[in-house]
């Protein structure tokens, strides 16, 4: 099965940068989609971006701009780079892996923008 792990996340300030990671261990993700979600406290979970096996992004208008999705197939690594952080960025970030019959969820890495 597969086993997605969240890391990167932290304490920054506003304006700040991070990378987030998503490492996939047991399997091989080469020809899946993949991307981020994130859930803020008390609200519910919003799409954050999406990349595909070729390297097509797709963004969410609140992050476009600011944010980079991007992957290392050979490596089982997905990226988020988060730049201009903003407070209502605030959140945990999960990443998913999408095949025809299952998606995949790590447990998150959380993200704090505050000063």
């Known amino acids: 099965q597969v086993h997605l792990v969240e890391s990167g996340g932290g304490l920054v300030q506003p304006g700040g940068s991070l990378r987030l990671s998503c490492a996939a261990s047991g399997s091989i993700f080469a020809t899946y989609p993949m991307g981020w979600y994130r859930q803020a406290p008390g609200k519910q979970r919003e799409f954050v971006a999406r990349v595909e096996a070729g390297g097509s992004a797709t963004y969410a208008d609140s992050v476009k701009g600011r944010f980079t999705i991007s992957r290392e197939n050979a490596k089982n690594v997905l990226y988020l780079q988060v730049n201009s952080l903003k407070p209502e960025d605030t959140a945990v970030y999960y990443c998913?892996?999408?095949?025809?019959?299952?998606?995949?969820w790590g447990r998150g890495t959380e993200v704090t923008v505050s000063s």
């Open positions: 998913f892996l999408v095949t025809s019959g299952t998606t995949y």
